[in-house]
């Protein structure tokens, strides 16, 4: 510290002149150690501080992944029931359909099939068993085509058949 600055600073301002031997450069050299003593000591405690910062924000974060986990998998797992239930609606609809599908073409092939039992029976006597075995394995095959090809046209009913037959 310079003195004889000091000294001319103070003179400046306020008019007293001061020399280097005053004892107010006490007071200074006190109040300048007393102000590094608590800068110090501020300097110790906000270090202390920083030090636990990071300990602080681990502990944060893994707190957070935490609940965000949590509230990732509570929303796999609605969505998952909310599909179970879409599939369960859909299985059902789609059942409906075959039924009814199923009632319609029994009825066609229903009346098929007396028609033919009727054309049989009018055939004469002597070519009569001969032409009824002929319409009843054309009647069979006229019945599992129109099946079949029923079935393959419905949507979904690939996999109703390969669940029936894992069952």
């Known amino acids: 510290m310079d003195k004889s600055r000091l000294s001319l600073a103070v003179y400046k301002r306020t008019g007293f002149a001061l020399d280097p ?17 608590l800068l110090e000591e501020a300097v110790g405690r906000l270090a ?3 030090n636990a910062l990071p300990d602080r924000i681990q502990s944060s974060s893994t ?17 998952l029931i909310e599909s179970r239930r879409t599939i369960a609606s859909d299985a059902e609809q ?18 098929q099939v007396a028609a033919v039992v009727r054309a049989a029976q009018t055939v004469s006597r002597g070519g009569a068993a001969r032409v009824r075995w002929l319409l009843a ?31």
């Open 94 to 111: 789609a059942q409906q359909r075959i039924a009814e599908q199923a009632e319609k073409m029994g009825k066609v092939l229903a009346g």
């Open 48 to 50: 202390q501080q920083l």
């Open 63 to 79: 707190a957070v992944a935490s609940e965000l986990a949590s509230q990732g998998v509570q929303r796999v797992v609605e969505m």
């Open 137 to 167: 394995g054309a009647t069979i095959g006229v019945v599992s085509c129109t099946g079949g090809f029923m079935a393959g046209q419905l949507p979904g009913t690939h996999n109703l058949f390969q669940q029936s037959a894992g069952r």
């Open 21 to 37: 031997g005053d004892p107010a450069f006490a007071l200074i050299e006190l109040n300048r150690l007393v102000l590094e003593e």
